[in-house]
């Protein structure tokens, strides 16, 4: 019975995470915005574990010669996350760092985590870069995805 609860409470938490995230507007980003728009074909092998739900990959400017267009702020490069029905995209500066320290940190990426090595502040891919733990109180910078329901991501940025 105890383990219900604790698994309810568990998913109450994580909705309530969502909910907060996604009432935030993009204009309050701390990572200034860069020019972003590249496609991804879920059929190239390099992405093929994408299609899997809670999956991650990066894509930087080396990435299929893409170059700028998928560089991300400071040429940090950028987070695909696999998500239920859809996919997310994120900078992979840390916006605590950047804000704080005026400091470009890439963060690390481990399954549906990124980790900051500078200030350990820990960031759901799965809650649209949420921090959970650590010092950092801002979301990683999100960028705008579209899915063809087919094989091709878009990820852009206005």
């Known amino acids: 019975m105890m383990e219900y609860l604790k698994t309810g409470l568990f998913f109450i938490a994580v909705i309530y995470l969502l909910v907060l995230s ?3 507007s993009s204009d309050n980003d701390i990572i200034p915005d860069v020019f972003v728009d590249f496609t991804i074909d879920l059929l190239d092998p390099e992405f093929v574990n994408l299609s899997a739900i809670g999956n991650s990959d990066t894509i930087d400017a080396s990435t299929h010669n893409w170059g700028y267009r998928s560089a991300g702020y400071d040429n ?10 859809e996919y997310f995209a994120f900078d992979r500066t840390c916006p605590h760092d950047y804000a704080v320290n005026d400091l470009s940190i890439k963060v690390k990426i481990d399954f549906a985590v990124a980790l900051c090595p500078v200030c350990g502040t820990q960031y759901a891919l799965s809650a649209y870069g949420t921090p959970i733990s650590g010092v950092g109180k801002y979301q990683l910078k999100n960028y705008k995805t579209s ?5 091709y991501i878009r990820v852009w940025n206005e």
């Open 22 to 24: 996604s009432c935030k």
């Open 76 to 85: 940090n490069g950028i987070i695909i996350y696999s998500g239920p029905g």
């Open 147 to 151: 899915f063809d329901s087919d094989r």
